[in-house]
């Protein structure tokens, strides 16, 4: 079954220093990876995607993500945070078992970025 | 959000009645997906359409039913048979091309 892990309930960071939120992955194929972000009672916002090509891919708002097949992850990047960082992150797959294109979650990462 | 609206932003509910949330897209999307946020357990699958007319169960569909008369609309009824309906909904529209999946502001439904 494809599935999708965030090890880290919250990740705490200080403004200005690199962050991290992690995720690994478990699927048949070829995966199809999104992060999501989502700020207090709003609508999941789409930050990026990595269907194929270079293992590290560009989005929103200065985040980038690495794609590493042989350890089955695709953590979330930025080199500097910014308080306005802080929200919710949700790392996802794209179930092709069915060719329906459902989203599989993870269960989200709280980034806290102190001042 | 994407040009998808969900309506309303708040909604209270009894024991034993069934409610309606909204979904609307003017992205011409095909497929739309009802998902289900609880504190500490990401998304879950209620139900999805990939067609007009045509819908199916996600991996949490009981106590829940949906229509897909028109494109544009994807109606979630939430029934008294739901036990635990109380969480924030979410809905979301795919373009077939880009497979990225646009969402609506949601909907937080609290039964009383």
């Known amino acids: 079954a494809q599935s999708v892990a965030q090890p880290e309930d919250q990740v705490n960071v200080a403004e200005g220093n690199p962050l991290t939120v992690k995720c690994t992955y478990s699927?048949?194929?070829?995966?199809?990876l999104f992060w999501y972000v989502q700020y207090p009672n709003r609508g999941l916002q789409f930050l990026l995607k990595?269907?194929?090509?270079?293992?590290l891919v560009k989005g929103s708002y200065g985040f980038e993500a690495e794609f590493n097949k042989s350890q089955t992850s695709f953590h979330l990047k930025k080199p500097s945070a910014l308080v306005s960082d802080s929200a919710l992150y949700f790392c996802?797959?794209?179930?092709?078992?069915?060719?329906?294109?459902?989203?599989?979650f993870g269960q989200g990462t709280t980034l806290q970025v102190k001042p | 959000d994407g040009g998808i609206t969900q309506s309303p932003k708040y909604l209270f509910r009894k024991e034993g009645q069934n409610v309606t949330l909204s979904c609307e897209q003017n992205l011409n999307h095909d497929a739309m997906y009802w998902y289900r946020q609880d504190p500490g357990q990401g998304l879950r699958l209620i139900y999805y359409?990939?067609?007009?007319?045509?819908?199916q169960k996600g991996d949490i569909a009981e106590g829940y039913s949906v229509s897909r008369e028109k494109k544009e609309s994807f109606p979630l009824t939430v029934t008294s048979a739901q036990k635990n309906p109380t969480a924030f909904y979410l809905c979301a529209s795919m373009s077939g091309g880009s497979g990225v999946a646009f969402f609506g502001p949601g909907t937080r439904l609290t039964v009383l």
């Open positions: 990595y269907i194929t090509g270079d293992n």
């Open positions: 996802a797959v794209r179930d092709d078992s069915s060719n329906t294109g459902k989203l599989i």
């Open positions: 359409s990939q067609i007009v007319n045509d819908f």
């Open positions: 699927v048949s194929g070829n995966p199809y």
